[in-house]
């Protein structure tokens, strides 16, 4: 049987405050680049719990989902090995909560930055994804969606848990 082909999985916060978004820096294999607080799906958790634990990790701030922004498919060509990556992103507008100034950032963070949409399109050479500023744009344009939208099924949540059903 062939290779199954399988995105990879991950979730983006969108959060604004006062006409600025929150966006960390983060050194990648090309050098610092900006990007939403961000990475990839977990086993056992919910793309909304996902967000919600990026958005602590990258930035040591708590994170509410209030509304999906959209779903983006994205393909990524390293430039340093040639691998040929594509990504599914879940990327959620929501609140910001409290700051945990005890906390470290994930490796690879530098700093979080708030930034204008206008700065922030300013510097697509920065982004770490095309992404970053599409889901801004749709964000602006006021796209949002019920989290409903996204449903886990509990066998997701369950750990060891087989799905009765296949899809």
């Known amino acids: 049987m062939p290779h199954r082909w399988k995105p990879n ?4 916060a969108i959060i604004e405050q006062g006409g600025r978004f929150l966006l960390v820096e983060e050194h990648t294999t090309d050098g610092l680049k ?3 607080p961000a990475g990839h799906l977990d086993p056992g ?3 909304q719990q996902a967000c919600v634990r990026e ?20 393909r990524f060509i390293k430039t340093r090995t040639g691998d040929d990556l ?10 910001l ?3 945990h100034g005890w906390r470290s950032l994930d490796a690879g963070i530098v700093r979080t930055v708030w930034l204008t949409a206008d700065e922030i399109r300013a510097c697509p050479e920065r982004h770490r994804s095309p992404l ?4 801004l744009e749709d964000y602006l344009a006021g796209q949002r969606h019920p989290l409903t939208l996204v449903q886990t099924d509990a066998s997701v949540l369950q750990v060891g848990a087989v799905a009765a059903q296949a899809f």
């Open 55 to 74: 958005v602590l990790e990258e930035t040591a701030h708590d994170f509410e989902p209030q509304a999906l922004v959209g779903v983006y498919l994205n």
């Open 34 to 36: 900006l990007n939403n």
């Open 45 to 47: 958790e919910s793309p």
């Open 132 to 135: 970053l500023l599409r889901s």
């Open 86 to 95: 594509t990504y599914m992103r879940f990327a959620f507008a929501g609140r």
């Open 9 to 12: 999985v991950t979730v983006a």
């Open 97 to 99: 909560g409290a700051h």
